[in-house]
């Protein structure tokens, strides 16, 4: 215990996928108990009921470091839904693309107002099982093709996101 103490973190590193608000007596849109979850009738959701807030990650990021006055890296972020193939083999996931250009640009929103934020990263780049949804729900820039009772071949294809994002990186950022 004194050698943490002694200690002090050098950076914060967050994961920020949405926003959520809560009200005293309304039904949860979750079973967790004690958490009562309120659909926000002002923001988008993802067909597995998590909102899509650009907004609220700026937000996240301000509070942060206005309270801790420290970097912040963004570890993880992302936008999980059930992507399928096309007739020609291709994921065209353009859904998760405005997704992640809309929380980069809010990041970059956050920089321009002071923010010290120094890396996002996306989450993730190949398509892992969920915790909840299994393979129904995909996070990944590359596809696996394998269902949740089928490995199939296993075979990894590249969406359309993942062209995005590499230049994305290539570009530092400065072509979204």
Known sequence: MDILK???TDSLSISYYMSTISHYGEESLTNVEDVVIKKNPYLEMS????????VGLRITLRQLYDRYEMPIYIVENGFGCDDVMNENGEIIDDYR?????????EM?????????????LA???IDILSSRANMNKRYGMIYVNRSNDDLKDLKRIKKKSFEWYKHVIETNGEEL
């Open 47 to 54: 067909e597995f009921g998590w909102t899509i807030d650009p």
């Open 6 to 8: 002694l200690g002090k």
């Open 108 to 120: 970059k929103n956050a920089i321009n107002e002071g923010v010290d934020c120094r890396g996002y």
């Open 123 to 125: 989450w993730g780049p």
């Open 97 to 105: 693309i405005d997704y992640m250009r809309k929380h980069i640009l």
